[in-house]
């Protein structure tokens, strides 16, 4: 898909994977609407690459409805939806004061696995209502993000693996019954990304994490997902894969 002048949507865009990916969606040509919760920084990365920025809780419907309707009235119907909302707080299963709270547990469940199903579900509605974009039939692309945690999930990350599992599971069932309206359903599974969250702990704790992946020996960056972002919205051939933008790395 040629994403120059096409409606697109980044969740999760105030900050990290999605304020890269809404500045690269922007720079081949594409309307970016942002949404984050802290509608502050959406409105920042909004204002950086000429796009909507608007507060948005993605796992609330009527939120998420509002949103996907403002940003079809400003820009046209989505044609490209990236979902990198998420949290990633971690908690045992059973800790010092015993078992873990379950509120905890659906917390995470809402933001990362409903809150992406919610967003493609809206998305979904209205790309395959609107128009062909090519010979191909090509009507939209749904990019939701995982991890190598939904394999490979740490001591701690019970809800977070479970979640990012969720999207695995959920990405060939959407693809199967939304390819015959012409859309595509992927799916990027990061490894250890240099956001905030990584550099900001020990050095000596970032050497080692980074000497796990195969090769190259460091974080994947942002633009590297961004990146591949980009690619999967532009070659029609990606279809229904969960890609491990890892570097090889196989968590212990």
């Known amino acids: ?14 900050s990290g994977l999605g304020a890269e990916t809404a500045h690269r969606l922007a720079g081949a040509g594409a309307k970016v609407t942002v949404l984050d919760l802290n509608g502050e920084a959406a409105e920042a990365v909004a204002k950086e ?7 948005c809780d993605v796992g609330e419907a009527e939120s998420a409805a509002a949103a996907v309707a403002q940003a079809s009235q400003a820009h046209g119907p989505c044609r490209v939806l990236v979902n990198c909302a998420g949290i990633a707080p971690a908690k045992r299963i059973v800790g010092r004061e015993g078992p873990m709270d379950l509120a905890a547990f659906e917390q995470v469940i809402r933001v990362n696995l409903i809150g992406s199903f919610n967003m493609l579900r809206l998305a979904a509605a209205e790309m395959t209502a609107a128009e062909p974009l090519n010979e191909d ?3 939209g692309v749904i990019v939701s993000t995982s991890s190598v945690a939904a394999w490979e999930g740490q001591v701690g990350q019970a809800a977070y693996a479970a979640s990012k ?3 695995v599971g959920l990405n060939a069932p959407a693809a199967r019954e939304l390819g015959r309206f012409g859309v595509r359903v992927l799916a990027i599974a990061p490894g250890l990304i240099g956001t905030p969250l990584l550099l900001n702990m020990p050095q000596e704790v970032q050497d080692d994490l980074a000497q ?4 190259p020996k460091r ?10 972002v980009l690619h999967i919205v532009e070659n ?3 279809n229904m894969e969960v890609f491990r933008l890892d570097g090889g790395i196989r968590m212990t």
Do not use: N, S
Not at 49 to 55: E, T, Y
Not at 212 to 215: A, C, K, R, T
């Open 165 to 167: 599992a969720g999207i």
């Open 212 to 215: 796990q992946p195969v090769f």
């Open 137 to 139: 039939g090509e009507r």
């Open 49 to 55: 690459v000429g796009g909507l920025g608007l507060a």
């Open 1 to 14: 898909m040629d994403v120059t002048g096409v409606g697109a949507i980044v969740t999760g865009g105030g």
């Open 236 to 238: 029609a051939m990606l």
């Open 219 to 228: 974080f994947g960056t942002p633009a590297e997902f961004a990146g591949l």
